[in-house]
């Protein structure tokens, strides 16, 4: 059994019996030790529950199990150095069993790392590797063991070490492949989400901007043109006064003028009204509600500059919200409210008619599609006899 | 009559300024945006300042709040405002208080040479001016989205619009090419459905009707 040991590690008289000595003072000192705390503070069973963890300490079975392993590992460890010691020393056969026991708490902890990945590929993932690390373990652990126990100097885990990383690594890819690639594809269609995200929004606001450039130019060329057209042709009338043809003709000429400013103002007016434009969303919608006669009540709590495609998909909504409320709702009240919440414009528009508004009907699908346009909501809540509340949430991005 | 015109589109500039010319109205100064109107309003003390609603340099209201501030500054001074489109909502902050010498007028209306000429001494000698698009809308609005509540036709519909543009019964009847005894009649009946007391001066006529389509505060 006595292993070769080189003439420096040989053991003296003085050092076999030093430590022994040592270990059973401490071994005395403890004992006092925890006799004076049982007498004294511990209730009678503390040192044995530090030592052996009980079920009612709220752990599940498995946990006490493991627990209970792990403790007994490390005092049968402790139990055998202390046989080794007792035995009179010599090879130092007690590290196979350590090797045996740690391999045992290995096994236990890898199992419990690998248990807590989620399920599927990644938890067999893994499983695989805790057994790779395991026998891995065993085989290094061995070789080392005879390296220092035996001087046995070759290598010879290695094709096996060789052969464990091998085999782990291919099932992993194996297991994994489908999950990188979905991840890729998954990277692959955030960063269409957030690329498609981001141009519609910069779409929507240049649509916006787009529109009110329109309207100007609109203003500053066409329609100013047709007014220093109609203004000319007053002046051509009033030289032909005596010349009932030609004025008859001048005359013709300028209703055409006038229907022309008529329909580009109509077209205008669509696409920003001018009081928006001018003035902003709450003096339109006072000009609006008192355009319907309705009474309606406004509430505005707007604290900063609104972006035009906010101010203008606020505006259409409030406007078809009214004009129903106008033609269908037969209604004693009507109510208004605009507020900044939580980086977005809520829009509220109520009344106490009849209700029963379609949610389908053309008009708020159209408002709808507008709304969503920005990222935002609209709600209809229309019980027959209950009124109509339209709400609209627009975030101001 | 001595007339400052404020208007950034030089199209349209020259071509009122030819206009005035024409029909013996001296036009003192012509300029392009808010602050220059009241500068030149302030030297030149002219009868009629012809504002246009949209200057620079934030090209949305500029015009109509130079006009009301000019206004403030010399009651007396006729103001005619000329915009593209007409909002309800500007006219009564352009009348306020007082009516008298305010002109709110569709710029395509200086086509009608001589119904614009005459709208320019009128506000010039304190008339009020109010087109015809601005009685429509507030007369469709009141009656509640197109109802006839007040049993208007048609005719006394366009007789009332007139009015309110200051004309008097014969140009009414002229633009409308009926006799001025049919205006008479329509405007009879107006006066009862909306149930005003009749009156014969042409400026009375048109506060009358404003004031009950309330846009004058």
Redesign the interface.
Known sequence: MRAPVGSAQAPTPTTVHAPWSAFRETIHSVAERADASIDLTLAPGAVRRRWMPVLAAGLSIGEYARSLVRRLAFLTACLLAGIWLLAGQGYFWPAWAWLGLGVLVLVDLGAGWAWRRPPGALRRVACVWTLVVVAATILVCTWLLTYLLAQDRSFWPAWALLGLGTAGSAYSLIALHDRLLVARGRRALRARIDMLTRTRSQAVVAQAAELRRIE?DL??GA??????L??????A??RVLDQPELRGLILDA?RE??LA?AEL?DL??GLVP??L???GLV?AV??LA????LGTAIEADIRRGLAPAVESAAYFVIAEALTNT??HAAAQHSWVAVSDEHGALAVKVGDDGRGGADPHGSGLAGLRARVEALDGSLRVHSAAGAGTVLEARLPCG | MRVVIAED?A??RE??V??LR?NDIEVVAQVQDGPALLRALAGHEPDLAIVDV?LPPS???EGLLAAIEARRRQPALGVLVLS??V???YASELIGEDSAGIGYLL??R?????A?IDALHSVAAGGTVIDRQVVA?LLT??D??GEARWGLTARERDVLALMAEGRSNTAIAESLVVTPGAVEKHITNIFAKLELPACDDDHRRVLAVLAYLRVAR
């Open positions: 100007r203003h500053d329609q100013a043109r047709l007014v220093a109609t203004l000319q042709l007053g002046r009338e009033m300028q003028a006038h400013i103002r205008a007016r001018p009081l434009a001018d003035r003096a006072e000009s008192a355009r319907y006669g106008a033609k | 589109l199209l349209l071509g009122l030819a206009l024409e949209r090209y949305s209201d593209q489109y909002e309800t909502a710029k395509e200086v086509g009608d040479v001589k614009f809308e609005l009141r509640g989205a």
